[in-house]
């Protein structure tokens, strides 16, 4: 038989390039491995597409190179990627892709209007205000917050403010990736990832939920997450009721934001309750990864995974 082609896509113009890259070859590497024909496809940072010789190519050949694909893999995370960029690429070009459609990757990628659902939804959030870089002068510092871009990923220009020193260098690090950022109150919790896979029949998968090990620095940062090796205890010690809202919520989210595929939910899980922090529609995808090794924890194996989302996107 001739293998199904699948368009992996990976790279992008946004700080999380490096990060989208190891997903992308972790995806088309194991997916080469179940049988599949991996073609992939790069954006590199100055946002030009790259065929799989690596060559640079216009945007309509780009176009003509997933329409020769029976599905596309898009892996890129952040802005122009994750935020229903390529979702809406793929809708117009008529070419069927893993995740979710346009709508809720810009959802959720605005991290102060996912906010704004959790609340439609009774789900805590962090309390936050959103600033612009005027309205940012007049606010001065008075408690430990936690300040980050309203749409970036990978913790990239996330700071934990706990004195007022280090406010302004913080406000500075979230402007260089965004022109709205979020101060948060500082939230004193548990941090747990729940991951929720959708099916087409409408049913949802809820993998085992995930702890972080919080480094002593008191935040998952991003040399957190790539300059070592970061602690998971999977399935995360949970009792049934912690557990069941988690899950629950995670679901809820999934579901008004209007996801497809597999999507990471992340929490603080508080003495109240659950606390939402995001929700990630293109989760890592590389073996180092929260998702697949969530699933793996129910018996479900990385390429099974990837197999399992592909076929999923395919037209019925």
């Not at 293998?3 to 946004?14: E, F, H, L, S």
């Not at 176009?63 to 994750?82: D, I, N, T």
């Amino acid at each position: 038989m001739t293998p199904i082609r699948v368009a992996v896509i990976g790279g992008g113009r946004n700080c999380e390039h490096d990060v989208s890259l190891a997903s992308a070859a972790a995806v088309a590497e194991t997916l080469e491995q179940t049988g599949y024909q991996a073609v992939r496809l790069t954006i590199d940072p100055a946002g030009c597409w790259r065929d799989p010789q690596d060559r640079p190519i216009g945007l309509a050949e780009a176009v003509e190179v997933l329409r020769s694909c029976a599905v596309a893999f898009p892996v890129l995370h952040g802005p122009r990627g994750e935020d229903g960029t390529l979702a809406a690429l793929c809708d117009l070009a008529d070419v069927p892709w893993v995740g979710s459609p346009l709508g809720a990757g810009a959802l959720a990628m605005d991290k102060w209007v996912t906010k704004l659902v959790a609340g439609a939804l009774g789900i805590a959030t962090a309390p936050a205000r959103v600033l612009t870089r005027a309205s940012a002068r007049l606010l001065t510092y008075t408690h430990p917050v936690v300040v980050k871009p309203v749409a970036a990923g990978s913790s990239h220009g996330v700071t934990l403010v706990r004195e007022a020193a280090g406010f302004g260098p913080a406000l500075d690090a979230a402007f260089a990736h965004d022109d709205r950022i979020l101060v948060e109150d500082l939230v004193t919790g548990r941090e747990i990832d729940v991951a929720v896979l959708g099916r087409p029949d409408g049913s949802r998968v809820v993998a085992p939920p995930l702890e972080i090990v919080v480094p002593e620095a008191g935040i998952f940062d991003h040399a957190a997450k790539y300059g070592g090796s970061p602690g998971f205890l999977i399935p995360a010690p949970l009792d049934d009721v912690a557990r069941k809202d988690l899950e629950q919520a995670a679901v809820s989210m999934y579901d008004a934001l209007g996801c497809a595929g597999v999507a990471r939910v992340d929490f603080f899980l508080t003495g109240q309750g659950p606390v939402l922090n995001e929700v990630n529609t293109t989760p890592g995808l590389s073996a180092r990864s929260q998702v697949p090794r969530m699933f793996a924890a129910t018996g479900m194996s990385f390429d099974a995974l990837l197999d399992l989302l592909v076929r999923d996107a395919l037209p019925a």
